[in-house]
């Protein structure tokens, strides 16, 4: 049901697309046939795929630099005070910043390897899990930190026992959003500096005329997203199986 | 009050005033709440039932608080203080056994699973013990917080309509099984139901006015759980409407 619900309106897309190139018959080099899309996938599919691992790196990493940064960074606001009065007008300073303007900074201090697209995608992780954790953290049901007070419950306890695990629904959503937009910072970072990378491709696709090549690029980039965003509600899923979901019966 | 020492697990205060800004809420309260018995507490919506209950368990409200509050052996009440609100405060990711063994958790103490298992038992949850709250019923639910609550096994349980949001068959049960189980040790009940207060309590205060006046208790004769169907009860009753009338526009 599933894959047909996944299947269906590509299918759909397919034939839009095909049915524009055929009836503007737009030359290829500005929009190539699906069929030479896929001839594309089919015929460099070693070479896409050894850029996707780069990028798939790249965006993993981020993920899991950026989330545990995120995550201490929350804690740290929800704890100490001096740490919420400096960090967070920098915090909601720092997105006021584009990530683009950023990138070219980052790849003159990090280098055109891993770490400054890793930066980058740390960057854009960052502020979605904080902003959700820190949250989470702060509405902690009054009535568990009351409980917890009679029970002779010290500080740390109450943080480990029942903010933290009462803040993850809040933090779970804030990665879902970190995961679906971690691949835009490491697509930019490639774009503005690297010789590896899905976007590094696309880059040197479209100057090369090679858009059939550019758009299987950007096709596999799409479903390397789309994976890596199941597998991660899937595993937040799975984490919080108490967490009521509502959204099913509709009203 | 009889000249005789208060039981060691009575709660004594003394000159407790608690402001909210300009508001008074209490000012220079002196009471004792008898020890190994159950207080029930009546009073008008916003009296300041809930806030002298807090005090008790030593939870701060945000107002400003001062005076005194101890144990009737002249010791602090921490520790001594296992409190039940209207809401069930069950953690969800937690089983059932694991809320019942949270203060162990929070303490850093050593879980007693098979006393945790008793006490479920006991409440008539032991084949509920791995489920998380949310697969269980309200009255479920408050089962499983009376077993928290008695698993502290603490000298003073302090309760804040933990029963108001059920319905009334399980309340009556559940009723009964407190006065049962929790028989012996003092227990402070806020209540906005005066056959709850009458079934339940060995003195029975109603709050009233601002800053807070406390009547003269009122002590049902025979022992709790009583019988609801007896008339004495009944015109029991009646007095404590009479009296919660006289105190305020409306019970909560």
């Known amino acids: 049901m599933t894959l047909t619900r996944i299947l269906l309106p590509l299918a759909g897309l397919l034939l839009l697309w095909q049915g524009i190139v055929a009836l503007t018959a737009v030359p290829p080099y500005i929009l190539p046939p699906p069929a030479r899309v896929a001839s594309a996938l089919v015929q460099q599919h070693a070479l896409i795929l050894g850029h996707a691992l780069t990028t798939a790196v790249e965006i993993l990493l981020g993920l899991l630099i950026g989330t545990l940064l995120g995550a201490l960074a929350a804690t740290s606001l929800a704890y100490f005070p001096p740490a919420r009065r400096w960090l967070l007008p920098l915090l909601v300073v720092s997105q006021a910043i584009p990530v683009f303007a950023l990138a070219p900074i980052l790849v003159l201090w990090l280098g055109y390897g891993l770490a400054s697209k890793v930066a980058m995608a740390v960057l854009i992780i960052f502020f979605p899990v904080v902003a959700t954790f820190y949250d989470g953290l702060r509405r902690t049901e009054p009535g568990w930190i009351d409980l917890a007070a009679t029970m002779q419950a010290s500080r740390w306890a109450v943080l480990r026992h029942v903010r933290v695990p009462g803040a993850l629904p809040a933090f779970a959503s804030g990665l879902r959003v970190a995961t679906a937009v971690a691949p835009i910072g490491a697509v930019v970072g490639e774009w503005v500096g690297s010789s590896a990378g899905l976007g590094y491709l696309m880059l040197h696709a479209n100057g090369r005329m090679q858009t059939d090549l550019m758009f299987a690029a950007l096709a596999t980039l799409a479903v390397l997203a789309l994976l890596l965003y199941v597998a991660v509600d899937r595993a937040l899923r799975r984490a919080l199986p108490w967490q009521p979901d509502t959204a099913t019966p509709l009203p | ?252």
């Open chain 2, 1 to 252: 009050m009889p000249d005789t020492p208060p039981h060691p697990s009575a709660i004594v205060c003394r000159g407790l005033t608690l402001r909210y800004g300009a508001e008074r809420l209490f000012d220079n309260l002196s009471l004792t709440i008898p020890g190994g018995e159950w207080t029930c507490i009546l009073g008008p919506s916003g009296v300041g039932k809930t806030s002298l209950l807090r005090l008790f368990a030593g939870l701060g409200g945000g107002g400003s608080a001062a005076g005194e509050v101890h144990a009737g052996d002249g010791g602090t009440l921490a520790g001594r203080v296992a409190y039940m609100a209207q809401n069930d405060l069950l953690l969800p990711w937690l089983s059932v056994l694991d809320n019942v063994l949270l203060g162990a958790r929070l303490r850093g103490a050593r879980r007693d699973a098979a006393r945790a298992r008793t006490l479920l038992a006991e409440v008539g949850l032991a084949e509920r013990a791995g489920d998380r709250p949310a697969a269980l019923s309200g009255g479920m639910r408050q089962r499983a917080a009376l077993a928290r609550t008695l698993m502290e096994d603490c000298p003073i349980v302090l309760m804040d309509e933990p029963f108001s949001g059920l319905d009334a068959i399980t309340r009556h049960r559940l009723q009964e099984l407190a006065a049962t189980i929790l028989s012996g040790r003092t227990v402070v009940l806020v209540t906005h139901d005066p056959l709850e207060a009458l079934r339940l309590g060995r003195h029975i205060h109603v709050l009233s006015g601002q800053p807070v006046r406390m009547d003269q208790p009122l002590r049902p004769s025979g022992e709790p759980p009583r019988d609801l169907a007896d008339p004495v009860l009944l015109a029991l009753q009646a007095t404590l409407l009479s009296r919660l009338s006289g105190s305020g526009e409306g019970v909560s």
